[in-house]
């Protein structure tokens, strides 16, 4: 009976050695991979790194050599990693403020102060000349709040934007600017007031207001997250697509707005990608004519950029950053 019992006790040893030798194998070989795949993961931070550093010098030696002043701020979000240039220099808004406004706008519906149902009859008064469709619309034709945000922002209607400024006043609009966090974007004329901007009056912004305006928007940081999507969703409808989107891939998602005056032109937006987002922001003045090669200028920015985040997830050698002629 002893026997047979330490024979049950020596067997049972074994199988247990057996079995442990099997888990500890196992565990060796989960460690062996974890700490491959934190290798990988070193070395791919590394790259983009280094990716990242060659994008800043590709852009600022690019931006040097344009004729013109130019505040750029391109920020990944999700490394929280930013290149920037003058990114707090002051460049006559034109309709990028447009973006401060929307967001000013809805949030006033959450303070009771417009409804987003109510209708407005359009007045000759009310018209702007530049951008939109509201223009050459029947005087008396009624527009909900709701469809002015749209027109403000898809067809950058400067008759929708002036139509909400009156509603709100400056005073209200420049006091939600500040609660957002914006220290350097302020509302001083409507659009296309040419009077008060020949007397000095003038609207200003910076790239890095309107970079944070855009990630409060992302985040869902903008009253809340129903608020800031709806923003989202109106921006990435942007009929005018001459800069940003120029060089990207059709299928490319941008939340954005332009902006255009004599001898400014500007775009700022979101630019979604399979291996991580970024907010982009361009204000550019310039003293030609045209506006041709500052559109160029912020369409080219924006495709070097996208070449980055093309590349991210790769562990091939350094990238290089192409520009198009």
Request: aromatic residues 8%; contains cysteine.
């Amino acid at each position: 009976m002893t026997n047979r019992r330490n024979i049950f006790i020596i067997g049972l040893f074994f199988v247990l050695l057996s079995v442990s030798a099997v888990f500890l194998n196992q565990y060796y070989q989960v460690q062996k991979i974890l700490k491959e795949e934190t290798e990988k993961e070193r070395i791919l931070l590394e790259k983009r790194k280094s990716d990242w550093l060659i994008l800043e010098q590709t852009l600022s030696e690019y931006i040097t050599s344009f004729n013109g002043e130019a505040g750029i701020l391109i920020k990944d979000l999700q490394s929280n990693w930013k290149i920037s240039f003058n990114k707090d220099k002051l460049f006559p808004s034109a309709s990028v403020v447009k973006i401060p406004i929307l967001v000013s706008c809805l949030s006033a519906i959450g303070d009771g102060k417009l409804n987003p149902d109510s209708v407005i009859r359009l007045r000759s008064i009310d018209k702007a000349s530049g951008s939109g469709v509201l223009k050459n619309m029947s005087t008396g034709k009624e527009i909900s709040i709701n469809e002015l945000f749209e027109l403000m922002i898809t067809k950058s209607d400067n008759t929708a934007a002036n139509i909400l400024i009156d509603r709100l006043g400056f005073e209200y609009l420049n006091s939600s600017f500040k609660s957002l966090g914006i220290k350097n974007t302020n509302l001083s004329r409507k659009m296309v007031d040419f009077k008060a901007r020949s007397r000095g009056v003038e609207n200003y912004t910076t790239a890095e207001d309107l970079a944070l305006v855009l990630e409060k928007i992302y985040r869902g940081e903008i009253v809340n997250s129903d608020i800031s999507e709806q923003c989202l969703d109106l921006l990435k409808q942007q009929k005018i697509n001459d800069r940003i989107p120029k060089y990207l891939p059709k299928e490319a998602v941008i939340a954005h707005k332009t902006g255009l005056e004599r001898f400014v032109c500007h775009d700022a937006g979101i630019v979604y990608t399979p291996n991580g987002d970024f907010v982009i922001c361009a204000l550019v003045k310039h003293s030609e004519t045209t506006s041709k090669s500052a559109k160029k200028f912020i369409a080219n920015i924006a495709e070097i950029a996208y070449q980055y985040f093309e590349n991210k997830q790769t562990m091939a050698g350094a990238i290089t950053f192409s520009v198009i002629n």
